[in-house]
């Protein structure tokens, strides 16, 4: 994707016009560099929250026509959604989901997580009538779902009355990508006692899964047979392991100039007059504001991508506008686009430069883009 390469943008019907540009081909190829780096387990590819911002079900396809294992989603109405969009591969639903649920997730052919105690023994009354399979959720350290170890144990009776649709088991890194590996390798060591604990009680499940995207790229997959990369698949790590695998950023936010107006010095921009020109200058609106998922606070602080330049962002972003600062002598006319977040990572507006200038992750700001952008997709 190249902003000086830019075509016009399809304006919407209610006359707005902004879009983000997701690459397929490049999720596809780091779902491939992943999976060499998992040494070709299989892949639960993670598309919740919208595959990230980059569209669910467009990003579910890519990845099933790329041989992932299976799709992993946050809950029930994600994993439907990846089905009415006509995906057959494995679903997993992360979250859990109440027995009230089940007759839905197996119609639909969901893989649920067990994520606690609380439902095991209304699972095992509705599981002979509403079959689905299920992936039993551990606590090794990340503080949140799954089973701890100290309860394991008194759990066991009911979780073998569920082994017939115990498929796996399943934790999450709370600190992949720290360097010292320190407390990542005493997750494994609860993972693994607990696996041997349901192992000695007759539950073997087949697939194992405890490594996360960083997990992948740093190595810590040990007898996994499974692994979930989530944000690596969108090119979006900061890990250094994951630029020497060559992922790609796959997705660009791109807005068009609504208006172009001269400025003379001294004039105020937004509100709380938070700009004011320090010389005669141009302002450009943009069609993109916090509503959109832009961030607010990159008003006076972020920069877009125009005519293989960059420009500052001034002012305050508003709900449904941003404005942009231009020389005079730079040629700017309404409809032009502009590009928001570069999908080069070297460049100042890359989402990876952008989430350092706020203090944050780039996934926050991909997570964010709201669903009235248009999402135009390249194979």
């Given at each position: 994707m190249n902003e000086q390469n830019l075509e016009p943008l399809k304006r919407h019907p209610e006359g707005r016009a902004l879009r983000a540009e997701v690459d397929l081909g490049r999720i596809a190829r780091n779902l491939d560099r992943i999976r060499a780096a998992a040494g070709g387990r299989g892949i639960w590819g993670v598309v919740k929250a919208n595959a990230y911002g980059h569209g669910a079900v467009p990003v579910g396809r890519a990845l099933e026509e790329a041989g992932v294992h299976g799709l992993a989603v946050s809950n029930l109405e994600e994993g439907l959604e990846l089905r009415r969009g006509g995906i057959e591969c494995p679903i997993l639903v992360l979250g859990g989901l109440r027995p009230e649920a089940l007759p839905a997730a197996s119609a639909e052919n969901l893989t649920i997580a067990l994520v606690g105690p609380e439902h095991l023994d209304d699972y095992a009354r509705l599981l002979p009538q509403h079959p689905v399979r299920l992936h039993l959720?551990?606590?090794?350290?990340?503080?949140?779902?799954?089973?701890?170890?100290?309860?394991?144990?008194?759990?066991?009776?009911?979780?073998?009355?569920?082994?017939?649709?115990?498929?796996?088991?399943?934790?999450?890194?709370?600190?992949?990508?720290?360097?010292?590996?320190?407390?990542?390798?005493?997750?494994?060591?609860?993972?693994?006692?607990?696996?041997?604990?349901?192992?000695?009680?007759?539950?073997?499940?087949?697939?194992?899964?405890?490594?996360?995207?960083?997990?992948?790229l740093r190595g810590l997959l040990d007898q996994d047979t499974h692994a979930r990369p989530g944000l690596a698949l969108y090119g979006l790590t900061l890990?250094?392991?994951?630029?020497?695998?060559?992922?790609?950023p796959a997705l660009e936010l791109v807005a068009e100039v609504a208006r172009v107006k001269a400025m003379p010095a001294g004039t105020t921009v937004g509100y709380g007059r938070t700009f004011v020109a320090p010389h005669p200058l141009q302002i450009a609106t943009l069609t993109c504001g916090y509503a959109d998922g832009y961030r607010r606070d990159l008003g006076n602080r972020g920069v877009v991508g125009f005519r293989g330049r960059t420009f500052p962002v001034v002012g305050r972003i508003s709900m449904d506008y941003l404005t942009v600062a231009l020389p005079l002598d730079v040629p700017v006319v309404p409809g032009e686009p502009m590009t928001l977040y570069s999908s080069d990572p070297a460049a100042p507006h890359s989402l990876e430069r952008l989430a350092q200038v706020l203090g944050t992750i780039p996934y926050e700001l991909t997570c964010a883009l709201h669903r009235r952008i248009t999402r135009r997709f390249s194979p």
């Open positions: 959720k551990l606590d090794t350290g990340m503080g949140r779902f799954g089973l701890l170890p100290s309860e394991l144990g008194e759990h066991l009776p009911q979780l073998q009355r569920l082994s017939p649709w115990l498929e796996g088991a399943m934790a999450h890194f709370a600190t992949a990508d720290d360097p010292d590996p320190g407390f990542a390798q005493r997750q494994r060591r609860v993972f693994d006692a607990c696996l041997a604990q349901l192992a000695d009680a007759g539950i073997h499940p087949t697939q194992r899964h405890h490594g996360n995207s960083d997990a992948c890990l250094a392991e994951g630029h020497v695998l060559g992922l790609e």
